[in-house]
T-cell receptor, first 111, second 113 residues
């Protein structure tokens, strides 16, 4: 089982729709969770962090964490073509000193 | 303006040559990291350092070397022993505590022919 798993996509949504990106992880004791956005040819940019169960909202972005289900998601409301990118999920697992990254989900927002 | 700089942005080398990639940060972060990213692939950890004069191997350290003589700097050398060095190399930094968010530099795209 992969330790941090994401659907590779692409996830295609029309402009204005809600995009839902999902991430599952294997270590039940994981404490910190992050979402990064990576445009093609560029480096990853941190967009959200979440540490406790529930929702965390920042503008059009909402991160959702369910530790019991070992699941973290990112919702993007009112999706824009400029949101088209690969979204990486990163998890702090107890057995590692560094973050563990998923391979990312590509999001395509069509005008 | 705080941030992480990597130079150069593009680097071309002939096979058999060692090459050193630069990474500097002025965020006062204790921890620094090197990742490699291949097309369509996720990030793979090469080396990381949580304190000056100390570093640990990541998942794919073979063929690479690092040094951490200053808090601000963490250069990566890609040696001739690295079999497939052509890739996008990313440097990141974070506060010292385990599990803190990492911030990335702009990356260096290395092509070896």
């Amino acid at each position: 089982q992969k330790e941090v798993e994401q659907n590779s996509g692409p996830l295609s949504v029309p402009e204005g729709a809600i995009a839902s990106l999902n991430c599952t992880y294997s270590d039940r004791g994981s404490q910190s969770f992050f979402w990064y956005r990576q445009y093609s040819g560029k480096s990853p940019e941190l967009i959200m962090s979440i540490y406790s169960n529930g929702d965390k909202e920042d503008g059009r972005f909402t991160a959702q964490l369910n530790k019991a289900s070992q699941y973290v998601s990112l919702l993007i409301r009112d999706s824009q073509p400029s949101d088209s990118a690969t979204y990486l999920c990163a998890v702090n697992m107890r057995r590692y000193s560094t973050l563990t990254f998923g391979k990312g989900t590509m999001l395509l927002v069509s005008p | 303006d705080g941030g992480i700089t990597q130079s150069p942005k593009y680097l071309f080398r002939k096979e058999g040559q060692n090459v050193t990639l630069s990474c500097e940060q002025n965020l006062n972060h204790d921890a620094m990291y090197w990742y490699r990213q291949d097309p369509g692939q996720g990030l793979r950890l090469i080396y990381y350092s949580q304190i000056v004069n100390d570093f640990q191997k990541g998942d794919i350290a073979e063929g690479y070397s690092v040094s951490r003589e200053k808090k601000e700097s963490f250069p990566l050398t890609v040696t001739s022993a690295q079999k497939n060095p052509t890739a996008f190399y990313l440097c990141a930094s974070s506060m010292a505590q385990v599990g803190r968010e990492q911030y990335f530099g702009p990356g260096t795209r290395l092509t070896v022919t």
